[in-house]
């Protein structure tokens, strides 16, 4: 079987869940090169030329439209190590993009792309959580032209890298009052969008299904339940990555300072019952004073932002109160189990939307 052909199959069967369920197609990805996006949005040749060959691509393949994921427009020059074992690291190289070209020319590419494929077509753009970045985007004056800005409002915080000491959330509905954490949050972000001109209909939130960690051992109670401490560099992370501050990666996600939700739990033992809820910022903290629950894999010193259940609950009434499209999650394979979903039905009870279960939607 061709690769065409998994591809039709896949759309297929996704569709045979639910009928009217939609799939789009996503182009790009934080490690896809900015500069590939730059030159291809920068004259209206190339820009027709992408256009063409993706409406083509769309309708042999029956997606019923498209997420244009660029990270990031008037991005600089970077060459990242990605990690594919602990023994096998490749290098993203990114000539990077061109400002403010990038922002004038996404807004023309969007507007042509709309053109290109009628109104019928879902367009969606996965957009950026900084204020900076999200101007880059020209998220004004491209809105008539996207059905939703997909609003990547996680990694607020991040340990792995060279400056990511601070332990703050990584995705705090309210930004922390700590002026040693992160001062960033998703209410920042969408009232952000909302005050350049955004309609709140074209408005997703994204909520993460997974964790930061940083190492820090020693702590008591009165210290662990806060944000703005700095970790300390456990080592345990691999190759460029293994003295940042990112905290020892899942045995499932192989990522330095990241736990999948699923991962969470193992590690506190089936529940969030330990773990701690910040009212201030409406997330979630777990710390480790001894080895986990998950056969002692997770080290004692281990440090856990997340968002759990109390977590997803307040995004989820923030959402509504805001009247927002809607929320998305990154991504399906971090949630408790495929059997479950106990995360992604909360959000779908939550915003009276079909649920998962055994592989199948149900209402």
Not at 85 to 103: K, L
Not at 115 to 120: H, I, P, V
Not at 174 to 188: D, E
Not at 320 to 325: E, I
Request: proline fraction near 5%; charged fraction near 15%.
């Amino acid at each position: 079987m061709t690769v065409e052909q998994n591809d039709a199959q896949s759309i297929s069967t996704l569709k045979s869940l639910r009928s009217g369920l939609k799939v789009i197609a996503s182009v790009g990805g934080w490690n896809f090169p900015s500069a590939y996006f730059s030159k291809m949005v920068s004259t209206s040749e190339s820009r027709s030329k992408f256009i063409s060959a993706a409406k083509a691509f769309l309708s042999q393949h029956g997606f019923a439209g498209i997420d244009i994921d660029w990270e990031f427009p008037c991005s600089p020059p970077r060459d990242d190590p990605v990690k594919i074992t602990c023994e096998n690291f490749r290098h993203v190289s990114d000539a990077g993009g061109n400002c403010p070209a990038d922002t004038t020319n996404l807004v023309s590419f969007l507007k042509e792309l709309r053109a290109g494929l009628g109104d019928d077509m879902h367009i969606s753009v996965a957009s950026q959580a900084g204020e900076k970045n999200w101007l880059n985007m020209g998220i004004k004056e491209a809105s008539p032209y996207v059905d939703l800005w997909n609003v990547m409002s996680y990694d607020y915080a991040v340990p792995d890298i060279a400056n990511g000491a601070a332990m703050s959330p990584n995705a705090p509905l309210y930004t922390p009052t700590s002026p040693t954490a992160v001062q960033m949050s998703i209410n920042y972000t969408i009232q952000g969008y909302l005050a350049a001109g955004v309609p709140a209909k074209k408005i997703l939130v994204g909520i993460p299904l997974y964790g930061h960690t940083w190492y820090q051992p020693g702590l008591g109670t009165d210290a662990w339940q806060q944000f703005g401490l700095n970790g300390s560099v456990q080592g345990e992370c691999c190759g460029p990555f293994k003295q940042t501050y990112g905290a020892k990666f899942g045995k499932g996600c192989q990522q330095c300072g990241v736990y999948m939700y699923s991962e969470i739990l193992a590690a506190l033992g089936g529940s969030e019952a330990n773990a701690y809820h910040d009212e201030e910022t409406q997330s979630d903290i777990a710390y480790m004073t001894q080895a986990g629950q998950d056969g002692g894999y997770t080290e004692a010193g281990t440090w856990i932002t997340y968002s759990g259940t109390k977590s997803i609950a307040a995004i989820i009434d923030y959402t509504k109160k805001n009247n927002l499209a809607g929320a998305f999650i990154f991504d399906t394979s971090m949630d408790t189990d495929f059997t479950h979903y106990a995360l992604m039905n909360q959000i779908a009870d939550g915003l009276g939307k079909p649920k998962l279960a055994l592989g199948s939607i149900y209402l």
